[in-house]
T-cell receptor, first 116, second 114 residues
Framework: AQKVTQAQTEISVVEKEDVTLDCVYE???????LFWYKQPPSGELVFLIR??????QNEISGRYSWNFQKSTSSFNFTITASQVVDSAVYFC?????????????FGKGITLSVRP | EPEVTQTPSHQVTQMGQEVILRCVPI?????FYWYRQILGQKVEFLVS????????KSEIFDDQFSVERPDGSNFTLKIRSTKLEDSAMYFC????????????FGQGTRLTVV
């Protein structure tokens, strides 16, 4: 069975602070995908990143960066110089790679509040 | 950019009534999903659909739920006799090929059962 744990439930920071959102996963699969989604107050799910388990390179996209460590089964997400618009719920998710069974297993989400 | 479209955005229904949530996936996608998010909770998988049949369903997806792709473009989720606990946001998602790309999510339908 697959499981995603986001131990942090709520984080509050002041604008321009850096913040890291933690994600730990469990899977018996040797290959899999990891994702981060953002859910703003409007409710939709916004895709942020997909990471293949083969690729442990860290990734940076603007103010966002992701640290994937297979040895610790973690896929952490850092926002640098946070902004008020980053306020949202952030979900980490896991899926199998192959076939029709590539459903997403989500963590419980982390509510990030960025104060001006 | 192509997108998954869900209608309605919000539906209010009385307990015991049937509801149909509609989704138009991206046209060349082959795999379709429904997820549910009870307010303030995580997003949970309900069902996946491929090649005109259910490929996997969760324990939440009991006999009161059904899905179909009636006309090759729409993908629907039917709840036969709604309960108060069915109140949630329902997300449709589609995928072009199993595991090759990220699932594209619709904007969700908020179902309120009163």
């Amino acid at each position: 069975a697959q499981k995603v744990t986001q131990a942090q439930t709520e984080i509050s920071v002041v604008e321009k602070e850096d913040v890291t959102l933690d994600c730990v996963y469990e899977t018996r699969d040797t290959t899999y995908y990891l994702f981060w989604y953002k859910q703003p107050p409007s409710g939709e799910l916004v895709f942020l990143i997909r990471r293949n388990s083969f690729d442990e390179q860290n990734e940076i996209s603007g103010r966002y960066s992701w640290n994937f460590q297979k040895s610790t089964s973690s896929f952490n997400f850092t926002i640098t110089a946070s902004q008020v618009v980053d306020s949202a719920v952030y979900f980490c998710a896991l899926s199998r790679i192959a076939g029709a069974n590539s459903k997403l297993t989500f963590g419980k989400g982390i509510t990030l509040s960025v104060r001006p | 950019e192509p997108e998954v479209t869900q209608t309605p955005s919000h539906q209010v229904t009385q307990m015991g009534q049937e509801v149909i949530l509609r989704c138009v996936p991206i046209s060349n996608h082959l795999y379709f999903y429904w997820y549910r998010q009870i307010l303030g909770q995580k997003v949970e998988f309900l069902v996946s659909f491929y090649n005109n049949e259910i490929s996997e369903k969760s324990e939440i997806f009991d006999d009161q739920f059904s899905v179909e792709r009636p006309d090759g473009s729409n993908f629907t989720l039917k709840i036969r006799s709604t309960k108060l606990e069915d109140s949630a946001m329902y997300f449709c998602a589609s995928l072009v090929s199993g595991g090759i790309a990220e699932a594209f999510f619709g904007q969700g339908t908020r179902l309120t059962v009163v």
